[in-house]
């Protein structure tokens, strides 16, 4: 009996910490999401005017064709406007790449990608987590979601054939092709819609 009493007490204790943790957590949490999903979307509306930079607008599409994979998200859809005419879209895709991603990508109405960037990638530092950085480059001198601008998204993104992976980080590689052919069919599937393809 006198030996279960420390146990008891540690037990107690334990749990009064694991209360505490959890609530000063959530209070955090609480004060911090906000300003992190803002943080989220001033970096994506960046992103878009570069990708897009003739646009005028960008105009949030609220009916849009689902990733049809159940572990990819389109996030959000917008329509890029020029003088009252769609010139292309732009989607935000969150998925597994290693750990996982969120991406933004824009094309033209002519299927033509002006641009791929990540909003979040935390896979490994060292090796996917390379995708992201500026400073890492490609056999072909180029950023690894600077590599995308230009391609023509008809074909599909296939790592190692359509585009240049990363070595050592495939599995990266390959979520990021995923995410990629996810929201080409979204803005596929809009600008069919528009009459635009």
Known sequence: MSAAKPMIKLGLVLAVYAFVSCTVLAVVNNFTAPRIELNQIKKRNMMMQKMIPEADSFEKVENFEPSGNRSIT????????????????????????????????????????????FLELTDSPGFGNKA??????????????????????????????????????????????????????????????????
């Open 132 to 197: 992201m950085k500026s400073d890492f480059f490609l056999p072909s001198g180029k950023t690894f979601y600077g590599q995308f601008a230009g391609l023509d998204s008809s074909k599909g993104f296939t790592a190692g054939e359509t585009f240049d992976a990363i070595s050592g980080a495939t599995i990266t590689s390959k979520g990021v092709g995923e995410l990629l052919n996810a929201g080409t069919k979204s803005i596929t599937a809009y600008l069919k819609e528009l009459g635009n393809e």
């Open 74 to 117: 389109i996030d959000s859809l917008y329509s890029a406007v020029k003088d009252g005419e769609v010139i292309g879209a732009i989607v935000q895709v969150s998925g597994p790449t290693y750990d996982k991603a969120t991406i933004v990508l824009a094309i033209d109405r002519f299927l033509t990608v002006k641009g791929m960037d």
